[in-house]
């Protein structure tokens, strides 16, 4: 809940500044009503990516090693269509479906961070659409 108040707070605080989607054809399309990105201020808030491969909109096949490492590149082409990199990031949150498979993320996740990764939480879901194994939201800074 802490979490939650202080991006309230450093989104009340870039009000002043202008709010802007971000979308990218690099990363899947939105499966509902919402954007890939949004841009407020110096911060991007990407919202959650599961396995999705942007090229077929299908999931990608394997375990939670390949939907970690795909939901990762999504993220990845999100953050590059704002002008940022991975470095950019400052938090995450994993949702699992399975915290079983935690350390097989983990040791996938390290890879994308492999110096100063940001802050994380990680939490076990009942369910995740279209079957996925995990998805991972993530707050970047400019």
């Known amino acids: ?3 939650l108040s ?25 499966i509902g009503p ?3 990105a949004v841009a407020v201020g110096d ?5 959650g990516q599961i396995a ?8 990608v096949e394997g375990d939670i090693r390949e939907q970690t490492d795909r939901a990762l590149r999504n993220i990845a082409a999100v953050l590059a269509a704002a002008g940022l990199s991975m470095k950019h990031i400052a938090r995450t ?4 479906v399975d915290l079983g498979e935690f350390e097989a993320m ?21 369910a995740l659409p279209k079957g996925a194994r995990i ?8």
């Not at 309230?8 to 202008?18: E, I, K, M, T, V």
């Not at 911060?43 to 919202?47: D, I, K, T, Y």
Request: with cysteine; net charge positive; aromatic share 6%.
């Open 34 to 36: 919402y954007s890939q």
């Open 93 to 96: 949150t994993v949702y699992m």
């Open 106 to 126: 983990n040791r996938v996740y390290a890879t994308w961070f492999p110096d100063s990764p940001p802050a994380r939480a990680t939490v076990q879901v009942a």
């Open 1 to 3: 809940m802490r979490s």
């Open 52 to 59: 999705l491969d942007p090229a077929t909109g299908n999931m």
């Open 43 to 47: 911060l991007v808030l990407v919202s």
């Open 6 to 30: 202080l991006v309230a707070l450093a989104l009340l605080a870039g009000c002043a500044h202008s709010r802007r989607t971000v979308s990218t054809d690099q990363a899947p399309r939105a």
């Open 135 to 142: 998805e991972i939201d993530a707050i970047a800074h400019r």
